[in-house]
Each structure stands twice: as C-alpha cells, then as structure tokens.
C-alpha cells in the first residue's frame, strides 16, 4: 500500500502521475496529530462557512480548493526547483478559513491552547498571509506554505467574486451537462435511448 499511497497521495510535480494526486493528496495525512489539526480547523469553521455557501457549494469550494492550492505548491517547487511531495488538507482548510475571515472580519477567534487571548477574523487571516508569504520566501520547509497561500488566496476570491461568477452562473453549464448525457446515453450518460 505505501507505494500506492506515495503514488496517488502525496503531491509532488516531478512524480509520474500529477492530476490525480491533486485532489487525493487532499485526503491522506502525515500523522494522526496532522490529521487532528488540521480536520479541529475545518470543524471550527465548517458551521460558518456552510450556512454562507450551503452544502453543495461548500463541497464544491473544498474539492477546487483542493486542486487549486496543490497547482501553486507545484508552480512554487517548479521555481524553486525543491521537488518534494506534499500531503494534507491543509490548502483547503486554508481556503475555508480565509472565506469565513473575509466575510466576517469581525468575528472574535481565539487559539485552542490559549483562549484567553482573542483577535479579529481579519486580523488572523492577516497573519496567517504573512506567515506563510515569509516562509515561501525564505525557503522555510515547515509546511507546504505555497499550497497555504494558494488556497487562503483563492478562498478570499471565491467569496468576495467567484461566488458571483461561478455559482450564480452555473444553471446553463448544468443544463448543458444534462442535455449531453441524455443525448449520448451508451458514454456513460445513463440517460434513456431515444
């Protein structure tokens, strides 16, 4: 199995495969404290990000962050030349954190192991930015932080355009969609034969 999983569930842009691995590298983890962290993070912010987009969108927002923010890990190794594999929700944890902060900037949060210390949504996302722009830059290997960036990135564009753009536009993509399937019933379409 740990070929398999090396394979298919870590990401990195030198391996023969990248595509899959885009999406799947999403789901597998390094340890159980990573796999903690990371899924306390989406729990805490999973209830406030639902009732902005709903359940649909929500899943379709994870599964591109996903995608998206392991795309700008590989472009970051591809300029850095550090070709190393990556694993772990945490591109698009980052992108469902960064939406919840960019849409209430307001909102008080507070560190689990010290809450006694509050600050801003905003000011959290601010940080987390700066955090992970200085480790990109500086070569820190901590974590993937182009994956972070990319994915803190595209959940603050998703809320304040994509939404707009893609989810309120998506009825003739979907009508489209339906239409094909129908009229091509044996390509997996499962539509009924004219």
Known sequence: MRRIMFTYFTSDPSSRVLCSPMLLSTFSHFSLFHMAANMYVLWSFST?????????????????????STFVSYVAKMATGRFEPSLGASGAIMTVLAAVCTKMPEAKLAIIFLP???????????????????GLALGWRLFDHAA??????????????????????????????HEMRTKNPGKGGGGRPN
């Open 48 to 68: 406030s990000i639902v009732s902005l987009l709903g359940c649909e969108q929500f899943i379709a927002v994870y599964l591109s962050a996903g995608v998206i």
């Open 116 to 134: 006694m210390f509050t600050f801003t949504a905003g000011s959290a996302l601010k940080a987390i930015i700066a955090f992970d722009t200085a």
């Open 148 to 177: 972070h960036l990319g994915g803190a990135l595209f959940g603050m564009w998703y809320v304040t355009y994509g939404h707009e753009l893609i989810w309120k536009n998506r009825e003739p993509l979907v009508k489209a969609w």
